[in-house]
């Protein structure tokens, strides 16, 4: 594949309510949409998954503007007509780093490629569903209310979500926790601390053995690999990592050293959901459970996520929630959650487009790239 040009979107979209995690909150998605035109005239979408901000990993939607402009769309210069995507990895890998915007400009043209072959996303991948299990990630409420979290539980609880993740920080644990399985005692039940921990908490953190938790996600920062070891010997409940995973090598490392035992996949934290396979590919090898893990995706992340967490090693509910725990309008036909899944779009490439109008509406800024 060629590349003829690429458009960048940026859209900024209210939050039905605002998001607040150990590293900051969101309450407009600033999110940018890559649109691939390749040389044979087929459109494909991406989406980048930054935040505005450097808080969840050094990277920001400007950082990923900058990266693409200036460095990775050079990369793809030499591209030729037979180039697929594991050619487009590869070209893409000479740059460090910035997987997000790796993912987001790899995925916009896999889906073109896919969309030139008439073959979904789903299906190159390897997916064996065409549902999946849904969860949902309920941020610390801006309040520190336990009322507003129980209401706010108790709505995803009826709407029919499989998997409840709260967001903890030191200060909103116990608590929350322990209110939530008071609740619902047999709901499935997990934490997400973004690395707001420290190794000296983890026998405080073991005091939420006792409300049966699925697992615990990212307690230490990134590089504290010893530090996870440590915390998964003195906590019953398993740790799962996010943020550290960068790589196939980086799971592999997490599940020989001890340090998790289940990883979260983002495509965008890995650079794409060719190596997001590869490391389920290892993990279900090692048998150990994997996730899809979600950044606020509108309906073209959701799309392609949708289609990886449909890969037979997603035995855990992803954060894959429905359209309207997000947003009002999204960019795409909405995902509505039926008996708490999602249905697998069968279409060509990722299966879904932006509905123009809404695209237009949300846009704040764009912009023209070409390889040269
Ligand atoms: O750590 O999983 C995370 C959202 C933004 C950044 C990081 C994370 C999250 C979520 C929300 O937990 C997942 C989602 O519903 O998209
Ligand atoms: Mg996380």
Redesign the pocket.
């Known amino acids: 594949m060629t590349i003829e040009l690429i458009r960048l979107h940026r859209l900024s979209i209210p939050l039905v309510r605002p ?1 607040r ?1 150990s ?1 900051g909150t ?1 309450s407009v998605r600033d999110v940018i949409l890559v649109e691939a035109v390749t040389g044979d005239g087929v459109h494909g979408w991406g989406e980048c ?1 930054t ?1 505005s901000w450097p808080g ?1 990993s050094y990277e920001y939607g400007n950082s990923a503007i900058a990266v693409m402009a200036e460095h990775l769309l050079p990369s793809l210069r030499e591209l030729d007509a037979d180039a697929g995507p594991e050619d487009v990895r590869a070209a893409l890998d000479v740059v460090r780093g910035h997987p997000m915007a790796k993912c987001a400009l790899s995925t916009a043209l896999l889906d073109a490629w896919l969309r030139g072959r008439d073959r979904s996303l789903a299906d190159y991948l390897g997916a064996q569903r065409d549902r999946v299990d849904c969860g ?2 309920v ?1 610390i409420p801006t309040s520190e209310s336990i009322v507003e979290l129980l209401d706010e539980v108790g709505q995803y609880v009826d709407a029919g979500y499989r998997r409840i ?1 709260l ?1 903890i920080e030191p200060g909103w644990d116990l608590e929350p926790v322990s209110a939530v399985r008071s609740a619902w005692p047999d709901i499935p039940l997990q934490t ?1 601390a ?1 690395q707001a921990y420290q190794r000296s908490d983890a026998q405080y953190l073991a005091r939420l053995d006792e409300f049966d938790l699925l697992l615990h ?2 307690p230490l920062p990134e590089d504290d690999w010893y530090g996870h070891v440590l915390m998964s010997q003195a906590c019953r409940t398993p740790i799962c990592m ?2 550290s995973i960068h790589s196939a090598a980086s799971a592999d490392s997490a599940l020989t050293f001890g340090a998790a035992s289940i990883i ?1 996949i ?1 495509p965008g934290r890995v650079g794409g959901y060719l190596t997001a396979r590869d490391i389920h590919d290892l993990c279900r090898d090692r048998d150990a459970p994997v996730w899809c ?5 509108t309906g073209i992340g959701r799309a392609a996520n949708v289609a990886l967490a449909a890969l037979p090693g997603f035995t855990l509910p992803g ?3 429905a359209s309207s ?2 947003y009002e309008v999204d960019v795409t036909p909405p995902f509505v959650l039926e008996d708490g899944q999602l249905a697998v779009p069968t279409g060509p490439g990722i299966g879904v487009d932006p509905i123009p109008e809404v695209l237009a509406d949300l846009t704040v800024w764009s912009t023209e790239l070409r390889p040269e």
Do not use: A, C, H, P
């Open positions: 998001f995690t590293f969101e998954v935040m969840y949902v990630s941020g993740k967001k997400d973004n996600e990212q996010d943020e979260n983002k893990g979600g950044m606020l995706e954060d894959t929630s725990r997000y």
